[in-house]
């Protein structure tokens, strides 16, 4: 599957922002303690990716698989905010590509921030509001299926998502040849799962080992639940800060993400440690990112067990990277997070 990885990553190079890949030098590091751990951190910043996060990826991908007159009938998905802009950003782009007007509704929770509801109907997507869980999300989809004829584009029981959002993988890869380097160790937040199962595709079998990151508040940590009880947790009900990662990991994703050869491991972080992570993001890195992306930096910073994990690693300081995975949050709540 790696090699599925390259070849998607080729496909879409074109059409995807190659996104900086940069040292986030020893002050960040520092942050967690007086010294740190000994680690160097490379952020991999899709807050700069089309529609500000990594999901454009996976949506462009899926859409330029499918036939001409499934899109003319139109497409629907659920979304927090993120993949919901990215497929409708990526729709417009291939229906100028083909000529084509592809109609895009997305289910998004009631408690959606304001700003990726709106951005999302700036993009020419319906937007439809539901209940909070994704059983309730996944009612409105299904019947917007039987009322238009739509086709669903589902983030989390689709390979082509796996693979289209893997391809974060294959870039860093080639971007970490510029360092004459390997990373050690790459983290990354997980909530349907289709990043981290897309990472893991594309670091099997390199020297590189693939770690998930969830907030711990209400039950959002299904992932690394799931790993612990050996099954796929299929509801999950938090208010975490992190919206993005307030969704059960799909059945495509847990295939890849329950087996330790693929993850070695998902570790789960307090909301206050995301909010600590961002804010050292700001006040280190200039970077400002939502919550779901700092969950990954929250892991690397504060996390005792992946400390545990790095002092294992001798003879040098261990090489880790971490996915930022997006940027999109309104200032005034973000100004009320950061810490």
């Known amino acids: 599957m790696r ?33 740190g751990p000994p680690m160097d951190l490379y952020l991999k910043c899709e807050g700069m990716q089309k529609t500000g996060s990594f999901k454009y990826r996976g949506a462009w991908f899926v859409l330029s698989q ?3 007159e499934t899109l003319a009938k139109g497409l629907v998905a659920t979304s927090s905010g993120n ?8 729709a417009y ?14 289910v998004m929770p009631s408690r959606s921030r304001t700003s990726k509801i709106m951005a999302t109907k700036a993009l020419g997507a319906t937007v ?3 209940g909070p869980s994704w059983s309730e999300r996944q009612d409105v989809v299904n019947a917007l299926q039987k009322s238009t004829g739509a086709s669903c584009v589902s983030t989390v029981n689709n390979p082509d998502i796996l693979l289209g959002q893997g391809t974060v993988g294959a870039e860093i890869m080639d971007q970490m040849r510029v360092y004459g380097e390997e990373l050690d160790m790459i983290i990354a937040p997980c909530g349907s799962g289709g990043l981290l199962a897309g990472l893991a595709l594309a670091f099997h079998g390199s020297k590189t080992s693939v770690f998930g990151a969830e907030p711990s508040k209400e039950g959002a940590d299904d992932a690394r639940r799931g790993r612990l009880q050996k099954r796929r947790i299929d509801r999950v009900d ?18 890849v993400i329950k087996r330790p050869e693929y993850v070695e491991d998902v570790y789960a972080v307090s909301d206050e440690e995301i ?9 280190h890195n200039s970077l400002v ?22 002092e294992e690693h001798r003879g040098r300081r261990c090489r880790v990277g971490v996915v930022l995975t997006g940027g999109n949050i309104d200032l005034e709540d973000y100004a009320l997070l950061i810490r």
Not at 238 to 255: F, H, N, Q, Y
Not at 275 to 283: D, R, S
């Open 66 to 68: 499918l036939p001409t």
């Open 275 to 283: 909010q600590m992570a961002m804010g050292a993001l700001l006040k």
């Open 128 to 130: 439809y509001l539901s």
């Open 238 to 255: 938090s208010s975490t800060i992190a919206d993005g990662l307030r969704c059960p990991v799909g059945k495509a994703a847990w295939e």
């Open 83 to 90: 993949f919901g802009k990215a497929l409708a950003s990526a």
């Open 289 to 310: 990112v939502e919550p779901s992306a700092a969950a990954a930096v929250a892991v690397a910073l504060f996390s005792a067990s992946f400390h545990e994990r790095v």
């Open 93 to 106: 782009d291939l229906g100028v590509r083909r000529d084509l007007k592809i109609p895009i509704s997305i």
């Open 3 to 35: 090699g599925a990885v390259q070849e998607v990553y080729k496909a879409i190079v074109d059409e995807v922002n190659e996104t900086p890949l940069v040292p986030a030098g020893l002050s960040l590091i520092g942050s967690s303690s007086e010294y």
